[in-house]
């Protein structure tokens, strides 16, 4: 059974930090692009970062670059999205996700997706 297990979200005041982390399981972890996604209340869900199967090629939204860093380890079937300089318009629920053809910043592509969990930035 697939699945993509995310864990460490919370409340944190502006210009703090988080790490995201999502453990995959049930599938080749190594052979698969993993994002990260957001969705605010109110709003779509909208792109974040991406990170390529085979070089660890990756992307980010105009709005997180210089803040966020996406990462893999394959060995332990995990990817990770360290936070920093966090502010208000960062508050959302995080999915991790999973594609097996081509890297996009397209959520329809994706084709495993996390739990969610809400990150908060208190002003």
């Known amino acids: 059974q697939v699945q993509l297990v995310e864990s460490g979200g919370g409340l944190v005041q502006t210009g703090g930090s988080l790490r995201r982390s999502c453990v995959g399981y049930g599938f080749t972890f190594s052979n698969w692009h993993m994002a990260w996604f957001r969705q605010a209340p109110g709003k779509e869900r909208e792109f974040v970062a991406a990170i390529s199967v085979s070089d660890s090629s990756t992307y980010y939204r105009d709005s997180v670059k210089g803040r966020f860093t996406i990462s893999r380890d394959n060995a332990k079937k995990t990817v990770y999205l360290a936070m920093n300089s966090l502010n208000p318009e960062d508050t959302a629920v995080y999915y991790c996700?999973?594609?097996?053809?081509?890297?996009?910043?397209?959520?329809?592509?994706?084709?495993?997706w996390g739990q969610g969990t809400q990150v908060t930035v208190s002003s």
């Open positions: 996700a999973a594609e097996r053809s081509i890297i996009t910043r397209l959520s329809e592509r994706y084709d495993y």
